[in-house]
């Protein structure tokens, strides 16, 4: 089995797709003969021409929008948005095309096409290429949304994502591009869209994240295990629709929920998981459910690495649950 | 066919004209059509006049919430649809283009059912009035924010050039959408992949109440076309003929592999933006009665009759069939019944995911109580 980083499974996945269905195609800026700015889709003009791996204007609203069209009328297209912040000059054509298409339709038309960015923060980027916005995505109607934390699920779910029927977010934290490495079975697999996987078993609390911070919450699990704790770590993977049965299943375990993302704390996909847990939950639980998040502030360059969610952070919530 | 012959020159001073205002035909060429299209020209740009004041009685007797009038478009929408190879050929139109629609042949049921929100239309009442759509037809279902159905129709020329399907995929939207980037967007990277697209602006001159001296600083819509590389046609829209004419060139460029164009299409809007809009606040009452005057109808009926083609009488009968026919169908869309109420949570995705589910029962519940 081969070891892959994050990137490398992106890659494979979309070389994978692309040789099954002569109607996959990806499109964006730069992903052709540059094989995009980190990568993901090197080679793959070479082996599959311009017409299927297509370079385009800068213009998110043309690659959005464009993808859009192409899905309707049968291709499916994966469209690369060069960073998650510049996501926003074609917001009009996820929001109001992609995500409604099939349904302002009355289902007469759909819009089967991955739409993938680089997300979060953590390598310096800056304000414009460090911010998470999966919570607008999620608040969507007609949006899937994914974000992913390991090769093997990157492999899996944008496989499964391409061969999805419905407009899917697919967002990769670049900090783990090449950060993480694992085996990934060079074969053809899927994940299952919406269901999430439990990274460690425990007895005394519910650590549940996404994307990049799964580092940190799995560090953090770490140090509660050698302190003598016995934590259990729940990756979402997918934020939309997110695997309520799961987290409640836990949950009601363990009596108490620590929810971890890097993205702003408001509104977020961090509010919706522990309110549902409250509201579901409220007469099992041990202790208020709390998150550990990023701020309400625009991203901030020279606090990149305090922006995110730290262990410290993690781990002093973990004590006011335990304490509670 | 009469546009093997003839050019039409792109970004001419003055709008391309076939027929004069007293219905003369005024090209140097032969327009070498039948006697049957010409009348069904007349007969469609009719249907719609008589559509569109269908449509403003619902309004008025408060059957409907919403319309956006389309008289004073009615021979650029004839003459788009008769250049289109319908059900093969895609149109991703605009909220105004309920004549161009009729004239393409998606059924008057479905166009009721669509302007009462009922079972009767096809996208389960989804949208507001004047948003149709057809699947069967390949008419794109009309989306309310302006100018954002113009890069999906670049996406879909793409895609018929791709999987060589000879298609041609033809957009049309109103002066207002050239201000958003998104048409920028759209008209760019269709220019850049040499789409088969044809992008059609239905130049009213007036976005809501904002005349078109606050949309554009240019000469007129079709110049931009320069800037994009693609021939830009400025088309007298009141003359259904230089319509279908340019229209079916612009088409046939495409389809043979030449790129996009974009065609302006000079029209009238003889009613308000919408059955919201009350436009004696922005516009004189004398700048729109020399507007009527120029009735599209009309300059058409002379032409016709000048070709021996038209008498009252044919009109007559012909008005009466088509109301006959817009009665008919109202009432069958009337009678359709309100759409299910579950049906709300369907095609939100392809299947319901389990928060849908959850909110499905919530209010199948609250039904049954």
């Keep these: ?324 | 066919m009469v546009q093997e012959k003839v050019r039409f020159q792109p970004f001419s001073s003055e709008p391309i004209r076939l027929v004069d205002e007293q219905g003369h035909w005024v090209a140097p060429f032969e327009h070498g059509l039948p006697p049957e299209l010409l009348q069904r020209f007349y007969r469609d740009m009719l249907a719609a006049r008589l559509l569109d004041e269908k449509l403003v009685i619902l309004i008025r007797t408060g059957k409907t919430s919403f319309i956006a009038p389309h008289a004073g478009h009615e021979a650029a929408q004839v003459g788009i649809a008769h250049a289109l190879r319908k059900g093969h050929d895609w149109l991703f139109p605009y909220y105004r283009d309920m004549g161009l629609v009729l004239a393409l042949g998606v059924p008057l049921v479905e166009i009721f059912g669509q302007t009462l929100g009922n079972a009767a239309d096809p996208a389960k009442g989804r949208q507001m009035p004047s948003h149709p759509g057809s699947k069967a037809l390949n008419v794109f279902t009309v989306c309310s924010a302006i100018a954002s159905h113009i890069p999906p129709a670049t996406g879909a020329a793409l895609s018929m050039k791709l999987r060589r399907t000879g298609q041609v995929a033809v957009c049309t939207f109103g002066d207002g959408a050239t201000s958003e980037g998104d048409w920028h967007a759209g008209i760019n990277f269709a220019a850049v992949g040499r789409a088969p697209a044809v992008f059609v602006c239905e130049n009213n001159r007036y976005a809501i109440s904002v005349n078109i001296s606050k949309q554009t600083a240019s000469e007129n819509i079709a110049i931009k076309a320069q800037a994009y590389g693609m021939p830009g046609y400025y088309v007298d829209g009141l003359d259904v003929l230089a319509s279908y004419f340019v229209m079916q060139e612009a088409i046939e460029r495409a389809r043979a592999g030449q790129g996009p164009s974009l065609v302006e299409l000079v029209v009238h809007r003889f009613g308000a933006h919408s059955s919201a809009d009350d436009d004696s606040r922005y516009r004189s009452r004398e700048e729109l009665a020399a507007e009527r005057q120029q009735d599209p109808l009309l300059r058409y009926q002379r032409f016709l009759e000048q070709q021996g083609l038209w008498d009252a009488q044919w009109a007559n009968e012909l008005r009466l069939e088509i109301s006959k026919a817009l009665e008919a169908a109202l009432q069958e869309a009337l009678q359709a019944g309100e759409p299910d109420p579950l049906e709300m949570f369907d095609d939100v995705y392809a299947a319901r995911p389990w928060h849908l589910e959850e909110q499905r029962r919530l209010v199948a519940e609250e039904l049954q109580s």
């Design chain 1, 1 to 324: 089995m081969p070891t892959m980083t994050l990137i490398q499974a992106i890659n494979t996945a979309l070389d994978e797709e692309m040789k099954r269905d002569e109607r996959v195609m990806l499109l964006g800026e730069d992903v052709g003969k540059r094989g995009g700015v980190f990568l993901a889709t090197e080679g793959l003009q070479q082996k599959y021409g311009p017409d299927r791996v297509m370079d385009t204007p800068l213009s998110e609203a043309a690659i959005i929008g464009a993808a859009v069209g192409l899905a309707a009328h049968g291709m499916r297209p994966v469209a690369e948005i060069q960073f998650a912040d510049y996501v926003f000059p074609g917001i009009d054509q996820l929001f109001s095309q992609a995500a409604k298409l099939r349904y302002r339709s009355g289902g007469q038309f759909s819009a089967p096409m991955v739409v993938r960015m680089p997300t979060g923060g953590g390598v310096k980027g800056g304000h414009h290429h460090s911010q998470s916005p999966e919570a607008h995505f999620a608040h969507t109607a007609g949006l899937k949304v994914i974000v992913v934390s390991t090769p093997y699920d990157a492999k899996g779910l944008l496989k499964a994502a391409i061969r999805n029927d419905d407009p899917v977010v697919f967002m990769e934290p670049k900090r783990l591009y090449r950060a993480v490495k694992e085996e990934v079975p060079a074969d053809d697999f899927l994940l299952p869209i919406g269901k999430a996987a439990v990274r460690r078993e425990g007895r005394d609390i519910t650590l549940v994240s996404y994307g990049g911070p799964m580092v940190e919450t799995l560090k953090a699990a770490e140090e509660m295990v050698a302190a003598g704790l016995d934590p259990e770590v729940i990756d979402l993977r997918t934020v939309m629709p997110w695997d309520k049965e799961t987290v409640l299943a836990s949950v009601a375990k363990t009596g108490r929920l620590l929810m971890i993302s890097e993205a702003p704390r408001t509104a977020s996909i961090a509010s919706e998981v522990t309110a549902t847990v409250s509201e579901e939950l409220f007469d099992q639980l041990l202790a208020p459910p709390l998150r550990v998040t990023g701020f309400d502030t625009p991203y901030p360059l020279a606090q990149d690495k305090l922006y995110m969610p730290t262990v410290t952070r993690i781990l002093a919530a973990a004590k006011r649950l335990l304490d509670y």
